[in-house]
C-alpha cells in the first residue's frame, strides 16, 4: 500500500521560463500509487537571514532594516539577508549581507534554524542565523536598487510585533521563532 511518505519518480521535466531569480517548470512525477501528474515547480535560489543582537546600556537589542517590497507594494520591517550566491556557504551569505545592509560584523555567527518557504511548489530551502558581537566596521554597501534603512530595537519591544504589519513577513516572523527557540537555549 503506498503511503504520503514515499518519493514520487520525475518522469519528465521541461523549463518553463528563466527569469533570473526564478525559473519556472513543469515537472512529471508517478506516485507510489501508479499515478502520474504534471506539477509547477519554481526554482528559486536559497536564502540567507541573520538576526544580529547588540548589548547596549544594558538592554539587548535587535539590529533591523526597513525596506519597499515590491511583491506585497508596503514598506517591511526585517532582519538582514538575502540570496546565497552560487558556491556561498548559508553562514558566508548571512555575514555577508549584514555587512552589506548594516556595516555590522558579527564575532560569532550561529545556525539556528531553515525550513522550506512553500515546498508546495518552490525548490529552495531559507537559512537563519544568529549573530552576537557586532562591530560597526563600515558603511552600509548597497545594491543599485536597495534603500534600507537600519535600526536597533530592543528585542523584547520587536518580538512582540512580529506578525503585524510591517512585521508580518512570513520568513521573518520563522526567523524570529527560531531566534526566539535559540534564545532559549534549545539550539547549540
Same mark, same amino acid.
Given at each position: 500500500?503506498?503511503? *504520503? ?19 519556472? !517548470? ?19 535560489? !536559497?536564502? /540567507? ?21 515590491? *511583491?506585497?507594494? @508596503?514598506? @517591511?520591517?526585517?532582519? +538582514? ?26 564575532? $560569532?555567527?550561529? +545556525? ?5 518557504? %512553500?515546498?508546495?511548489?518552490? /525548490? %529552495? ?26 535600526? /536597533? ?29 535559540? $534564545? ?5
Amino acid at each position: 500500500m503506498a503511503s *504520503g511518505d514515499e518519493a514520487w519518480l520525475e518522469t519528465g521535466r521541461v523549463r518553463l521560463a528563466d527569469y533570473g531569480i526564478v525559473t519556472v !517548470d513543469r515537472a512529471r512525477r508517478r506516485g507510489p500509487h501508479g499515478k502520474e501528474g504534471s506539477f509547477v515547480i519554481l526554482d528559486a535560489p !536559497d536564502w /540567507a537571514v541573520v538576526v544580529p543582537a547588540l548589548e547596549r546600556d544594558g538592554r539587548r537589542l535587535l539590529l533591523t532594516v526597513r525596506q519597499y517590497r515590491h *511583491g506585497s507594494r @508596503s514598506v @517591511s520591517d526585517e532582519f +538582514p539577508g538575502g540570496v546565497i550566491e552560487p558556491g556561498e556557504a548559508p553562514g558566508a551569505a548571512a555575514a555577508r549581507e549584514l555587512l552589506e545592509e548594516t556595516g555590522y560584523q558579527a564575532a $560569532r555567527l550561529v +545556525p539556528i534554524g531553515s525550513c522550506s518557504p %512553500n515546498p508546495a511548489f518552490m /525548490a %529552495n530551502t531559507f537559512h537563519v542565523f544568529a549573530a552576537e558581537g557586532l562591530e560597526l566596521v563600515s558603511a552600509q554597501s548597497l545594491d543599485e536598487h536597495e534603500l534600507v534603512d537600519v535600526e /536597533a530595537v530592543p528585542e523584547d519591544e520587536l518580538l512582540a510585533r512580529v506578525g503585524v504589519a510591517p512585521w508580518d513577513h512570513a520568513l521573518m516572523i520563522a526567523a524570529a521563532f527560531f531566534y526566539e527557540r535559540y $534564545r532559549a537555549g534549545s539550539v547549540s
